[in-house]
């Protein structure tokens, strides 16, 4: 009953805030362009406007094109429910694994890249091939990132490394962890599909990788293969949320439904502070060359790894 | 028990010799060796199964002996060889399944009897190795397998290709051949046994340190350890699939029963730095096994590299579990042992189904060439269906088994990360980034093999014209892909079993202590305090599915779905050369990786076009260097070449004079040598 409980307001959650995230993202890189720029909710409109209308799918592709969005969507999802929003609603959740998270994220990934070559397009197998490039090169910098998180924590497990963090004793205070939080940040750069990367609002064939891969669907796929990916963002601004910045309203003092909200509210300040940071990176700096992205891949990697070091040498 | 084993070795002697007797009724001997086959193996599966649920002592199955000391065959099972006989049996019953419609491919072109005969043998062989106790008869029945190996490999031998291949596998499997005869005869002469069990004592560390390398070398080349790996990607794609499925399956891994068996059991693993070694070319295995195998167009070649990485996962385990041994932390080293013995298991599992999908698309379209393939997933939805599912589990993806194995081996190196010194601590992180890489490269070369081969349109005829493979070749390759998911959301099943391997080793359970595994069915699999449970995620995955399609089916009911063409940029008339090919898939890692694949890329130029810019038509190449061959075994072979050529001139002059000065010295040589030995003792 509670594991429902805790399921479904993670489930509300996560529906309402993911468009909405990448709304603020837009919005304050419109705002630097002096424009006005969409509406924070316009993402929830452009779904629904989606999922009303007909879908048109290649006369090539297989069930695979076809079942993709959902294996994509569901697993997206699956793998924001290992990462509760606050302390408080773990109470009430399951066990989850950093590694078990990301492996499905991977599965959304497999799937998303096949349904990229499943059209017979050439655009398609484009945006397939360089996905799974960069996804190779980032995988190696995301892992250690999580397996010194989880050092430091002494566990694997998603909640222990959050509660390490929330318990006053901050990770972002320690020079380790700036270390790491520039190293995760970097990869969520890479793997949101974000502007050093690949460039979110275009469709130049010459340059795109995510947008390519989803080129020929329409309709209630593409509205899942969207949400997907804004919740893929959100998970990523949640891991640097709750995995770095302090303060996570423990809830000892307070009314449960008052320190409920309390922290649920810092989780929200929080994640919009992670968002205004992306805009700037996204504001600041140019596409990257393709094959400079192996570059950010390694500085990646490296700074990890010196987090790492440093943590083994100076301890917690 | 003993009566049911032998029953066992005469059903397949049984069937070699049926074949071999009715070897002209190519149907008739092809469905009843095949039968008789499968029947045995399937009574050896449970045979193993009961052992190893049953059972915890070794038990003496076969006992023959001869007046002559020593040489004797005298089969024992005990946990660790009833755990791969058990791998064995999964595997070779679902082969022989596959086999009896396979087979009908190569019906009055090949000698179908013998090939049966060899193929039945070649089981009998691998279940000698496994079960044998002296190291005589090991040595013989490791002998007589591989060259059983070598005749199926060149079977097909009017391809000079296949020649080429049966040739540098018998060279380098006799060359690990010869390190094991030196490793054997240094431990008999040091304890005048020939026992396997009684091996292990009055070695001195010294000694044990070399035999150590010996031992490494010897099962490595059988393994395919970087950089002893040359003759599987040859050897592989030769082989018929059914063959390739066996060898890749079962045949490299009785390597890893032998390192498991004569480095843990007989040497003992007292030593950190020997567990480090494994672990290191566990890890340039692996991501270099996977890294060949991305650029790879032969689809049976890719597998074979692909089984590298894997086999190099299977040694980061063990070394991490030889590591932790040395250091007498027995709960790591049971876990870290019980990592690579599932990866082991898993890996039989969905490589052997990728081997045999392999050969079913062969046996559809002719053809091992990637590039000639796609589309087939609508042609034959079944074999893409389970090679899907293979493809996933060998990817290391949840809700499949390989995920679990790779989670496993992860949590070993937590381990080892939060219980050791600065030093090995460093190297396990960077063992850490090795196998995320080697994982997410896995997952973009089965993307190529699947989305190449199953999806897109065909790319040639017989790719177009190709039908779903009959029912028996389907059903062999379900045997092994369906477990996949099994073992993924049910894994204590098998980890029970090798937790009987654990015990008898580290005398602790893998479900004791603080840092131990829960083996009660359903229940999460937590250690480290971490938990996973690939059960209930799948079950509330399925939940959200059911839901979240309700309402997205609710919301856009007035939508219908529109089948037209791909978006073709208006041009019209979208063919299968606009998609991406294979090698134009693998294109980006290999830019970024050139250092190591070292590209050449050639393009010229047949006929004049009407202006410099626009060609009729052109010719375009591209290769990668293979390294190791052309910077190792090349100068080796050379230089050994020629220094035989030059030490013929010195030696063998023609004069009978120098040949008799040879045999005085030799003479004078012995007599010293014996002077000097009696003097010594």
């Known amino acids: 009953m509670k594991l429902l409980l805790y399921v479904f307001m993670q489930l509300v959650l996560v529906l309402l805030l993911a468009p909405l995230v990448d709304g603020i993202i837009k919005k304050i890189k419109a705002f630097s362009q002096k424009r006005k720029g969409p509406p924070l909710t316009q993402m929830y409109f452009d779904l629904y406007k989606l999922m009303k209308k007909d879908t048109v799918v290649s006369e090539t592709a297989s069930w695979v094109f076809r079942t993709a969005p959902y294996i994509t969507f569901i697993s997206t999802l699956l793998a924001f429910m290992f990462f509760p929003a606050t302390v408080i609603l773990h109470s009430i959740s399951f066990q989850g694994d950093i590694i078990l998270a990301i492996y499905l994220l991977g599965i959304g990934r497999f799937f998303m890249v096949l349904a990229g070559l499943d059209t017979g397009s050439t655009f398609g197998g484009m945006g397939s091939s360089r996905e799974v490039m960069i996804a190779a090169l980032i995988e190696p910098a995301l892992i250690v990132v999580l397996i010194t998180l989880g050092l430091i924590a002494g566990s694997t497990s998603i909640y222990d490394i959050m509660l390490l963090n929330l318990q006053g004793n901050s990770f972002i205070l320690n020079p380790y962890s700036i270390l790491l939080f520039a190293a995760i940040f970097l990869i969520l750069l890479a793997e949101t599909a974000r502007i050093p990367v690949d460039d979110p609002s275009t469709h130049l064939e010459l340059t795109m990788i995510h947008e390519a891969m989803l080129l020929e669907y329409s309709g209630k796929h593409l509205a899942l293969m969207e949400l997907a990916s804004v919740i893929k963002q959100l998970l990523f601004i949640t891991i640097l949320a709750n995995f770095f910045l302090p303060t996570g309203w423990l809830g000892s003092q307070a009314t449960p439904m008052l320190s409920f909200l309390l922290a649920l509210i810092t989780y929200f300040f929080k994640v919009v502070c992670i968002a205004l940071l992306i805009a700037i990176a996204e504001i600041s700096t140019v596409k990257l060359r393709f094959f400079s992205v192996p570059n950010l891949a390694a500085i990646s990697f490296a700074l990890a790894f010196l987090g790492f070091m440093q943590f083994i040498i100076l301890g917690r | ?681």
């Not at chain 2, 499997?173 to 069990?197: D, K, P, Q, R, W």
């Not at chain 2, 096994?289 to 190099?312: H, M, T």
């Not at chain 2, 030093?423 to 997410?440: D, T």
């Open chain 2, 1 to 681: 028990m003993n009566d049911y084993f032998n029953l066992i070795l005469v059903i397949y002697i049984v069937a070699a010799f049926f074949s071999l007797i009715f070897s002209k009724k190519h149907q008739l001997t092809n469905l009843i060796a095949n039968i008789l086959s499968a029947t045995a193996s399937l009574s050896l599966l449970i045979l193993t199964a009961l052992h190893l649920i049953v059972s915890t002592s070794s038990v003496e199955l076969l006992r023959i002996t001869t007046s002559v000391p020593n040489i004797s065959l005298v089969l024992k099972i005990d946990n660790l060889s009833a755990f791969f006989l058990l791998c064995l049996a999964i595997l070779s019953m679902s082969v022989s399944i596959f086999s009896i419609g396979y087979m009908k491919h190569y019906f009055y072109r090949i000698n179908i009897g013998l090939f049966n005969c060899l193929y039945n043998i070649f089981i009998l062989s691998m279940i000698l190795v496994i079960t044998s106790s002296n190291l005589i008869s090991f040595l013989v029945c490791w002998e007589i397998m591989s060259l059983i190996s070598y005749a199926l490999v060149v079977y097909e031998h009017d391809q000079p290709e296949n020649s080429k291949a049966g040739l540098i596998y018998i060279i380098m499997t006799h060359l690990g051949t010869a390190f094991l005869i030196i490793a054997f005869m240094l431990i008999y002469v040091n304890t005048g046994s020939m026992e396997i069990a009684s091996a292990g004592q009055l070695l001195s560390p010294y000694l044990k340190n070399i035999l150590f390398f010996l031992f490494l070398i010897g099962f490595g080349v059988k393994a395919g350890i970087i950089p002893l790996h040359v003759w599987l990607p040859y050897a592989h794609p030769a082989a018929l699939s059914n063959i390739s499925a066996l060898m890749s399956g079962i045949m490299i891994k009785t390597a890893i029963y032998g390192l498991i068996r004569f480095i843990l059991v007989v040497l003992g693993a007292s030593t950190v730095w020997w567990g480090v070694v494994i672990l290191v070319l566990g890890a340039i295995s692996a991501v270099l096994g996977i890294a060949y195998a991305l650029i790879e167009n032969n689809y049976k070649r890719l597998l074979a590299y692909s089984s590298i990485e894997n086999i190099g996962i299977i040694l980061i385990g063990l070394g991490l579990s030889f590591i932790a041994f040395a250091n007498q932390q027995m709960t790591i080293a049971s876990i870290s042992l019980l990592a690579s013995l599932f990866h082991l298991f898993n890996h039989t599992l969905f490589k052997g189904a990728l081997f045999l999908g392999a050969g079913a698309i062969h046996y559809a379209t002719h053809t091992k060439n990637l590039e000639d393939l796609g589309g087939l997933m609508k042609r034959m939805p079944y074999t893409g269906l389970l090679l899907l599912f293979a493809s996933l589990a060998i990817s290391a993806l949840p809700p499949f088994n390989g995920f679990l194995s790779e989670w496993l081996t992860f949590q070993s190196l937590f381990q080892i990360l939060t219980a050791s010194n600065q030093g090995l601590k460093i190297l396990a992180l960077l063992i850490v980034a090795a196998l995320a890489m080697a994982g997410a490269m896995a997952a973009a070369c089965f993307i190529k093999f699947i989305g190449i081969a199953f999806l897109g349109l065909p790319r040639s005829e017989s790719a177009q014209n190709c039908r779903e493979v009959p029912i028996p070749m389907l059903a062999g390759i379900g045997l092994l892909a369906l477990p996949c998911l099994l073992f993924g959301l049910f894994p204590q099943i098998i980890l029970r079993l090798i937790d009987r391997i654990t015990q008898e080793y580290f005398a602790v359970s893998i479900s004791s202590g603080l840092k131990g595994i829960s083996l009660i069915t359903n229940n999460p699999l937590i250690i480290n305090e971490s938990g996973i449970s690939l059960l209930s995620a799948t079950i509330i995955g399925i939940i959200f599915f059911i839901v979240f399609y309700t309402i997205i089916r609710f919301i856009g009911r007035n939508t219908k779905e529109r089948i037209f063409e791909t978006w073709d940029c208006g041009f019209g008339g979208l063919n299968s050369r606009m998609q991406y090919t294979a090698t134009g898939f693998s294109k980006p890692l290999r830019i970024v990786f050139r250092f190591l694949y070292r590209p050449k890329r050639l393009l010229w130029y047949n006929k004049e076009g009407p202006s410099p810019y626009y060609h009729s038509d052109l010719n375009y190449v591209v290769t990668t260097e293979p390294v190791f061959e052309k910077y190792f075994y090349h100068p080796l072979a050379h230089s050994l070449k020629r220094w035989a050529r030059k030490s013929r001139f010195y030696i063998q002059t023609g004069s009978v004079h120098i040949y008799l000065l040879y045999i005085f010295l030799a003479l004078i040589a012995l007599l010293i040598y014996n002077w000097v030995c009696l003097t010594i003792c």
